[in-house]
């Protein structure tokens, strides 16, 4: 690498340093899905100026991004162990299926139904984690094995949807009720992300999972405990799609198996768009933020009059864009610290201060 190299480095990073903090959390980097966003709606503003921009469409909008929102958000904290979780479709489909059950078929209240859906969907949790942490089958292979079986439970439970009247009543209030024509479901969606967003930053489990994310070995070295965390994200992530089930059912006045599968690509999209923002690392308001984007051109995309088929296309073409961007962003953060270091990497000595390394793309020794 030539001195001229080495020198425009360290002059970046200089300028880096000195900008000021507020002016780099603006860049494309951290916030790029906040213009994209920003552009949709002017587009589609334009391109449907009767229908697109009216507070009508912004409550449909803002109330059709909680249920994939808790999907999304219910992948945050096994991404950020590593760990996939390719059964929250079904999960969500047979907890949306069950507390249907319970209220039609079985004649259960309101509250103990959703509270066994609960915690069936924590059950799934734990099974997920027996799988995948107990019997160390890879995560992506075995939690599709096991959303598998989430089906086939569905399916014996039911063959069929299930409506009746008791999911007419009280019921359906969990799902409607709401302030300024924004339902229920919405905030609770803002909830589940502020207590994700609270435990990822300020408590010792949840550093502790970003750092087995950033570095599974140097987590082991320094005595973490990385199968227990795999664990509790399993969890987690199972009691969310739990209360998106619940939500959907309350929704939609009917419980079906086949429901939530159709949720997998969006939250995976969502998911992995979010970790390109707001500090590069998979995290709640992120995901959150990405949600609404997803949410925002797919009602687009039908207010316009598209096909059916190019809803799925769109959250198609951002996961695919997500993953890029991802990739793209580590490669540069990459090369840019291994310019910023040529020196010391040759064994020679430096005169301007490198920048420390970043967790997203180094690896302990």
């Known amino acids: 690498m030539s001195s001229i190299d080495e020198t425009a480095a360290a002059e970046g990073g200089e300028r880096e340093r000195t900008r000021p903090t507020w002016l780099r959390h603006l860049g494309f980097t951290d916030v790029g899905v906040v213009?994209?966003?920003?552009?949709?709606?002017?587009?589609?503003?334009?391109?449907?100026?009767?229908?697109?921009?009216?507070?009508?469409?912004?409550?449909?909008?803002?109330?059709?991004?909680?249920?994939?929102?808790?999907?999304?958000?219910?992948?945050?904290?096994?991404?950020?162990?590593?760990?996939?979780?390719?059964?929250?479709?079904?999960?969500?489909?047979?907890?949306?299926?069950?507390?249907?059950?319970?209220?039609?078929?079985?004649?259960?209240?309101?509250?103990?139904?959703?509270?066994?859906?609960?915690?069936?969907?924590?059950?799934?949790?734990?099974?997920?984690?027996?799988?995948?942490?107990?019997?160390?089958?890879?995560?992506?292979?075995?939690?599709?094995?096991?959303?598998?079986?989430?089906?086939?439970?569905?399916?014996?439970?039911?063959?069929?949807?299930?409506?009746?009247?008791?999911?007419?009543?009280?019921?359906?209030?969990?799902?409607?009720?709401?302030?300024?024509?924004?339902?229920?479901?919405?905030?609770?969606?803002?909830?589940?992300?502020?207590?994700?967003?609270?435990?990822?930053?300020?408590?010792?489990?949840?550093?502790?999972?970003?750092?087995?994310?950033?570095?599974?070995?140097?987590?082991?070295?320094?005595?973490?405990?990385?199968?227990?965390?795999?664990?509790?994200?399993?969890?987690?992530?199972?009691?969310?799609?739990?209360?998106a089930g619940v939500l959907l059912a309350s929704s939609v006045q009917s419980g079906s198996p086949n429901i939530g599968p159709p949720y997998l690509l969006d939250a995976y999209a969502a998911a992995f768009l979010g970790a390109t923002q707001f500090g590069g690392r998979f995290n709640a308001w992120g995901t959150v933020v990405s949600v609404l984007l997803i949410t925002t051109g797919t009602n687009g995309i039908f207010l316009v009059g598209g096909a059916p088929w190019a809803q799925s296309m769109f959250s198609g073409v951002v996961l695919l864009l997500a993953l890029g961007a991802s990739n793209l962003e580590q490669a540069i953060r990459a090369r840019s610290w291994i310019r910023a270091n040529a020196r010391q990497l040759r064994g020679e000595k430096s005169d301007a201060p490198a920048p420390a390394p970043d967790p997203l793309t180094t690896d302990a020794p």
């Open 35 to 243: 213009y994209v966003l920003i552009a949709l709606v002017i587009v589609f503003s334009v391109w449907a100026p009767d229908t697109f921009p009216t507070m009508t469409t912004v409550r449909s909008v803002l109330n059709g991004m909680a249920v994939p929102g808790l999907m999304a958000l219910a992948l945050v904290v096994p991404l950020s162990a590593r760990t996939f979780d390719l059964s929250i479709g079904n999960a969500m489909g047979l907890s949306n299926l069950l507390v249907a059950w319970l209220l039609v078929e079985q004649g259960w209240g309101v509250v103990p139904a959703i509270l066994v859906t609960l915690l069936a969907a924590v059950v799934m949790g734990v099974f997920n984690g027996l799988v995948v942490v107990g019997a160390r089958i890879d995560s992506f292979i075995g939690t599709l094995a096991s959303g598998a079986l989430f089906a086939t439970l569905g399916q014996i439970l039911s063959v069929q949807s299930i409506t009746g009247t008791p999911l007419v009543g009280s019921f359906s209030k969990v799902a409607t009720t709401g302030v300024g024509g924004l339902d229920v479901p919405l905030f609770l969606m803002l909830a589940v992300a502020l207590y994700i967003w609270f435990f990822q930053t300020y408590t010792v489990t949840g550093r502790r999972i970003y750092a087995l994310g950033f570095s599974e070995r140097a987590s082991e070295l320094v005595g973490v405990r990385v199968r227990r965390l795999r664990f509790i994200s399993l969890i987690v992530a199972g009691f969310a799609v739990g209360v």
